[in-house]
DNA sequence: CCTACCGATCGGTAGG
DNA sequence: CCTACCGATCGGTAGG
């Protein structure tokens, strides 16, 4: 494999990002993809193998990103509060440097098939879990209140994974600012106590 | 139109809010469509115009379902923390009362076609200031601590639209439970004050 | 990376 | 509500 091809094959996976997030993976075509590259819908099929490996790459990659990241935040920590508010910033770093692929992962994992949409499920589920014990955690510690943990977990998460639909990498607040904000704002809401 | 036709219009409409949001707008055909109720694809063309037009009265219909009970809790209560509750209350009341067609409002609204798509923004738009003005009131007469208004309005709004991808009617919160605890959840934090 | 092309499927219409 | 059908487009392959 050349220099060359390595290169198409990343700009494609950069444009089918794109694509699928602003379009959705059913509504963009190969043809789409391709005369946004500037190439012919053919041609697409000497850097890959199907349209469902794109999606696929895309989903597998933010998954990766997201236990890489968890996992180097939470090392070392034993403070419930400061584990949670890690999770929380490591969380937010991923998806607000991949507001496309992340998109994806949140929106399009549906038009994966099997075997690949159950292993999705089952990474997406053990990561869920890492949160469930974080807030478990807390609760037992006396440091959150006394939330019902499954339920708390899909607050977060909903707060989390809508970062796509309105931050913009060019605005006011950087992807570190929005992750101390948004820890704040689950940690302590809205009342001024 | 006879009693016949009505009765089968909305059977289509309510087949196609719970398609469009399983399998998403673009990957639904409308001999899918046909085939969940029964008829050819053809036939359902003696009831509806087009495909479009089935995304177009599901969004419609949900901003409607907003405003009007955001109009209706807020009648008369002048106490900005308990009119950011009921705005909050309404919002989860309306979503999960109707799973499928939130979901698609939230999710396949980009698939609508001009003028449709321009009017949908415009009423979400105007429907996320109300809830941006209830943020500042609460803000200026120091209920709520020193947020910015832009941002915690997202944050709101990413909670509450988030409720279709964990709610299930069938569980042990209802509808009216679901919607205090996020609205503690949202005042109070996680953190045990 | 292209031209040429494949079978399948799409939203929708004509006519009854 | 059906049969029969339309032109357009889909993901992907053969062969160079």
Redesign the pocket.
């Known amino acids: 494999m050349t220099i ?2 390595l290169n ?1 094959k990343d700009q494609i996976n950069q444009v089918a990002q794109n694509l699928f997030r602003e379009r959705g993976y059913a509504a ?5 993809l ?1 005369k946004a590259i500037g ?5 697409l ?2 850097h890959i193998k ?3 490996e794109l999606l696929q790459n895309i989903c597998f990659r933010i998954a990766n990103e997201f236990f890489d990241e968890y996992d180097r935040v939470q090392n070392g920590t034993t403070d419930p509060k400061l584990r949670f508010r890690h999770a929380v910033t490591a969380h937010t770093r991923v998806v607000a440097s991949n507001l496309d692929a992340s998109s994806v992962f949140f929106n399009e994992w549906r038009h994966l098939n099997e075997p690949s949409l159950t292993e999705f499920k089952k990474q997406r589920a053990d990561y869920e879990e890492r949160f469930k014990a974080l807030l478990k955690e807390g609760i037992e510690t006396g440091v959150f209140r006394q939330v019902q943990v499954s339920f708390a977990m899909r607050l977060v998460f909903s707060t989390l994974n809508g970062i796509p639909t309105w931050y913009r990498p060019d605005g006011a607040l950087s992807p570190d600012q929005i992750a101390e904000q948004i820890a704040d704002f689950l940690l302590e809401g809205l009342l001024n106590k």
């Open positions: 060359e091809t198409r963009t075509s190969m043809r789409d391709a190439i012919e819908a053919a041609s099929y000497s199907s349209k469902e």
